[in-house]
Structures are given as structure tokens and as C-alpha cells.
């Protein structure tokens, strides 16, 4: 049995596996997932000399501790956090050798709602369709973290000379999300169109790795009635019965029956991950109807 594995100690909140995700699966009813900002895991993973991609643990708001069985280099990056080893303070955005049997503690976010740790080697959870994510959703991949859980790792490779000061992104005071209109906008009167992107919404608590769920203004539709399901796609802006827009994310459905007004720019949705209930959001971009 190898000894490159770690234990789950503190689970905290919500802790998942995640990597790039499972593109490409769709039309099997299978969302992408993934990590939600994967700039930030992106960069936890070269700091440790890992492929972009290598599978790295989640966090939500309170973080997690570890107890790897081996000596093991790791980093922890996305929403700023205290990272202790054993007790001492450790340096967060930067790597960090933890040794055997040591307790690598992830603390609370200070800022943002999400962190990411990157091990050397990566978290070698068992690939489903290709992917090692946890998917709420649809349940594929590995279960959430649980006090107690070994995870193994992967074999590490030489880890790279690494600059000073890395560029993390920082966290929002204010998420600003360009969109494009939607397949759907006709469904909504021209005053919607205008409430969208000229009022301020708020980030709601009830959002999730799903989506992200804002309170404000309801967008009046012009049309009553239900659409049959039709696909959906990453940063699809989704209005329900009750009007508030809600982003779809990482773990989103497929497939859904309310009408989508716009779509949000890819790149933009990262700092959506990092966007704590009460963040003002401005829905930005699209051409003036």
C-alpha cells in the first residue's frame, strides 16, 4: 500500500476533489463541473509543479485540514486564508513543504468564498469519464470530503523555480458579469431588459456550486407559458417564476424549461465563485434594446 496519501481531518463545510471538469458529455445529461475559479487552481497547481489540470481540493468559506502520510509540497491559493503547519503559519500563495504526518491546516477565507490546495502529484481520486470533479449535481466523481476520508496522491515531478510575488487575482468588492442577450430574451418586456443592466443586484446566500442567485429587481416576462427543455450552457442567466436571475455554474443542469435572458462571458465567472452573499453585482455589456 503507498504511503502518498493523506487524511481528511476537518472536512469543513463543503470540501470537493476538482479539476478542469468533464467537457464534451452534455448530450449525456452530464454537467461539465470542475473548479469554480479555475484560474485559482490553475496557479496553486504550478506553484507545486503540477499540469494545470491536476485534480486539487475546494474549499468554502471555512477551509479544511490534512494529514498527509508522506512529505508532500503544497500550496494554497484562491480566496485569501491562515494556513498553519503543525500550529506554525504557513504562507498562503505560495508552496510549502508539509512533512510526514504533519497537520496542514486551511483556514477560514478572509476575503472571497473559495481556496484551493494543490499537492505535488496531484489528488489521484478514481477518473469518471475523465475527470476526477466531484459533481453535486449529477453525483459523478468522488463525494464531498468527510472527516476521516484518504484521498491518495499522485506521483510528484520536480517542482519549477518560483517567482517572487506571484499575481493572484484578488477578490471583488463589486462583481461586474458582461453578457451577451440570450436565446430567449423576447420572452421578457424591453423594461426587464433595461432593470438587468442598469440596476444593481446582490449575491444571495441561497447560491451554490450550481449557481450563483442574486436579489433585486424581478425581470417582467412579455410572454406568460412554460418552454419545453432546451439546453443549457455555462454562464446561462436563467430567470424563474420569481424573476430573480440566477448564473448557471460549474454543476449546472443540462437541460432546462425557464427562459434564459443572456449569458455571461466565461472568463467572468470565476470572480462570480469568489463572490460572497451581499457582493453588489452589475449585469454589463450587452447592447442596449
Do not use: K
Not at 93 to 110: E, F, I, Q
Not at 147 to 175: H, I, M, S
Amino acid at each position: 500500500m503507498t504511503d502518498r496519501a493523506f487524511t481528511v481531518v476537518r472536512a469543513g463545510t463543503l470540501t470537493t476533489v476538482q479539476d478542469r471538469g468533464r467537457a464534451g458529455y452534455a448530450h449525456l445529461g452530464v454537467p461539465r463541473s470542475g473548479a469554480l475559479d479555475p484560474y485559482a487552481a490553475s496557479l496553486a497547481n504550478r506553484l507545486v509543479g503540477n499540469d494545470d489540470g491536476a485534480a486539487v481540493l475546494e474549499t468554502t468559506l471555512v477551509g479544511c485540514a490534512v494529514r498527509p502520510q508522506c512529505a508532500v509540497t503544497v500550496a494554497v491559493g484562491g480566496a485569501p486564508c491562515p494556513v498553519t503547519v503543525d500550529g506554525r503559519p504557513a504562507p498562503w500563495g505560495a508552496a510549502v513543504r508539509v512533512p510526514a504526518g504533519a497537520l496542514l491546516d486551511v483556514g477560514s477565507a478572509v476575503r472571497g468564498l473559495r481556496s484551493y490546495v494543490a499537492f505535488a502529484g496531484g489528488v489521484a481520486a478514481e477518473a469518471v469519464l475523465g475527470s476526477r470533479s466531484t459533481d453535486l449535481l449529477s453525483g459523478l466523481g468522488p463525494a464531498a470530503l468527510a472527516d476521516g476520508t484518504v484521498l491518495a496522491l499522485g506521483a510528484p515531478r520536480p517542482v519549477p523555480a518560483r517567482p517572487e510575488g506571484v499575481p493572484w487575482p484578488g477578490v471583488p468588492d463589486e462583481l461586474v458579469l458582461r453578457v451577451r442577450w440570450g436565446p430567449r430574451d423576447d420572452w421578457f418586456t424591453s423594461g426587464a431588459l433595461r432593470t438587468l443592466t442598469s440596476r444593481r443586484y446582490r449575491v444571495s446566500a441561497a447560491s451554490n456550486r450550481i449557481g450563483l442567485r442574486v436579489e433585486g429587481p424581478p425581470l417582467e416576462r412579455a410572454r406568460a407559458g412554460e418552454l419545453p427543455s432546451e439546453g443549457m450552457v455555462l454562464g446561462a442567466v436563467q430567470v424563474p417564476p420569481d424573476g430573480l436571475p440566477v448564473v448557471f455554474l460549474a454543476d449546472h443542469p443540462t437541460t432546462g424549461g425557464y427562459p434564459v435572458v443572456a449569458v455571461v462571458h466565461e472568463p467572468d465567472l470565476a470572480a462570480a465563485a469568489q463572490a460572497p452573499p451581499g457582493t453588489p453585482v452589475r449585469f454589463t455589456g450587452a447592447d442596449a434594446r
